[in-house]
């Protein structure tokens, strides 16, 4: 996990000219049109918001691989009041886990802060019973039984949480009765209905089998590496349907080779109707499961062309995501890395292109340690950029976080000094979670930091530069609730964009579950397509824009004349 001498040499040379351009583009960019625009900036609004997280690995020097994996943040409307709440993850100090010469973060817990409507949010963390336990660090969010309100998973060190959403304010601890316990090193995880029974199933990553003694084979300034401790078993479980889960790890593929998992994303990359789950491994090959259609999951990542890097190196993968960038109609797949992050083209031929460098996201975030990270329409012009958070890997090292503007033409735009001051900061970045938060129509951003305060970021538009958009919320009555694994294609003014909704995507971290469109300055989508997880096809056509709609599924597929009309 150390980044070679080697390897600053040839970034200095080859991302040289970038890095002078920073700064020199002044105050707006073309756009995809080819038009000089104003950027919105993302503002620091942490203090004035009431948010005082402060994530602790355990001490106040890091000792372990495992108080340096940080711990992740989901969006979640717990209360079902149309404002979206904050749940963060924590890690804390355990007798005799690492080596504690210096303890730190012995009352350190979960955080759940709930959305006052008016900036600001209040921390319920107590009342709502879900402080956590043990060292805390993925999380996924997703209402397992149907019943309306969102449920919370947390992964963790030996210790994994099902905190169930009793609806009135409060969370009801179900692991063991759920039996979706993890006495492992747990990671990414994700809630999908993969076999499309109206249920959401439950995906956990595992990472190592951290052994507390083992000091040997690592250089004396630091702790052990990945490398230093055997892969683990990932596991996935089945939705009864009657608030319980079957293990199916085993029969389903899931578990035929352990791995290094670190972020989990879920996405149809092949368009066949049926969730697939990539996994990004720590230090070797990652995976991408495809779903059989019959319960079971192969891994073709080989095939795919997404297991190693470019240069067929296992990679120090991080933070996976699935999205559409080039509004082709195909998933693709980004993949955050302690050295060098990929961007998968997706062929539509069942592989994918790494295109990172023709992109031009290589040469500009070559020299960063990328953890979390998403692809959002930070503008709302059509087309998802780019957001990724950086920090040192063991020696606390703070970088800048990249912003990159999609230009419409399959390449990317380094706008970090042009998208306030935020960018011009360093910190010890690990995770990332984007959401509109306030409904204002702009994607904002929470990120955790290593050992220190949580950063919220407002997204703010220029004054009178305000592009359109459009948020649906779906309601599932045949599918799962979520309408996870849900695809949406909307059509506005001649542009086509795609949206999958699902959970956890990135590092560790769930976004926004709503799917969002930026819409320039389309005042409405022409159409609006869902195809739902149970076969179910639902078109709206003439829906204006800057509006969060909420849409029910019909009971069965409605005919091509009965076409519903957005408000």
């Known amino acids: 996990m150390r980044i070679s001498r080697r390897k600053f040499v040839t970034l200095a040379t080859a991302a040289g000219p970038l890095w002078a351009a920073r700064g020199l583009l002044g105050q707006g960019l073309p756009g995809p049109a080819g038009l000089a625009v104003p950027l919105p900036q993302f503002v620091d609004v942490t203090a004035k918001s009431g948010i005082q997280y402060r994530h602790s690995f355990g001490e106040k020097e890091l000792s372990s691989l495992l108080e340096g994996t940080g711990s992740g943040c989901a969006w979640i409307d717990y209360n079902n009041d149309g404002l979206l709440d904050l749940y963060v993850a924590n890690g804390r100090y355990m007798e005799g886990l690492t080596n504690h010469s210096s303890p730190d973060g012995i009352h ?34 997703g209402d397992f039984d149907n019943d309306g309100f969102p449920d919370i998973y947390v992964t963790g060190y030996q210790s994994s949480i099902l905190y169930h959403n009793n609806g009135d304010g409060t969370f009801t601890d179900v692991t063991a009765d759920a039996g979706v316990e993890n006495p492992f090193f747990g990671v990414g995880a994700a809630f999908l209905d993969y076999d499309r029974d109206g249920h959401l199933d439950l995906f956990v990553g595992n990472y190592i089998r951290f052994v507390n003694s083992y000091r040997q084979f690592y250089p004396g300034n630091h702790y052990p590496g990945p490398l230093g401790y055997d892969p683990e078993f990932n596991r996935l479980f089945h939705n009864n349907g009657d608030g319980t889960f079957t293990d199916v790890s085993r029969e389903s593929g899931i578990a035929a080779i352990p791995g290094r998992a670190m972020g989990v994303t879920v996405g149809d990359y092949d368009n066949d109707g049926w969730p697939d789950i990539y996994v990004a491994n720590d230090t070797m090959p990652s995976y991408l499961y495809h779903n059989n259609h019959n319960g079971t999951f192969t891994n073709v990542a080989i095939e795919a062309y997404v297991a190693y890097g470019q240069n067929g190196e296992a990679t120090t993968a991080m933070g996976p995501i699935f999205a559409d960038y080039d509004n082709d109609g195909w998933q693709d797949l980004f993949v955050s890395d302690a050295h060098f992050h990929r961007l998968y083209h997706n062929s539509g031929k069942g592989f994918f292109t790494d295109v990172t460098n023709q992109s031009g996201i290589g040469a500009v975030t070559g020299q960063y340690v990328g953890w979390g990270d998403g692809f959002l329409d930070f503008d709302n012009d059509g087309w998802k950029d780019l957001f990724i958070v950086n920090g040192g890997l063991t020696w606390l090292i703070p970088m800048q976080s990249n912003l990159l503007r999609n230009n419409g033409n399959g390449t990317f735009s380094d706008v970090s000094t042009q998208a306030g001051s935020f960018f011009q900061q360093r910190h010890v970045s690990r995770c990332a979670a984007f959401a509109d938060y306030d409904n204002d129509g702009y994607v904002d951003a929470f990120i955790t930091t290593l050992g220190s305060k949580g950063i919220l970021l407002h997204n703010t538009p220029p004054e009178g530069k305000r592009n359109h958009w459009l948020t649906i919320k779906l309601e599932g009555t045949v599918s799962n609730r979520d309408g996870y694994g849900a695809s949406l294609e909307a059509v506005a003014g001649g542009q086509h964009q795609y949206v999958q909704a699902g959970s956890e995507s990135g590092y560790l971290s769930q976004n926004d579950p709503r799917p969002h469109f930026g819409l320039g300055q389309h005042t409405e989508v022409d159409e609006l397509t869902i195809r739902w997880p ?34």
């Open 534 to 567: 149970s076969g179910i096809v639902q078109k709206l056509e003439h829906i204006k824009a800057d509006q969060i709609l909420t849409v029910k599924e019909p009971a069965a597929a409605q005919p091509t004349e009965a076409v519903k009309k957005g408000k």
């Open 108 to 141: 350190a817990t979960n955080h759940l802060y709930r959305n006052n409507g008016d900036g600001t949010f209040t921390d319920v963390t107590q009342e709502a019973g879900v402080a956590g336990k043990g060292l805390a660090t993925g999380v996924t969010v």
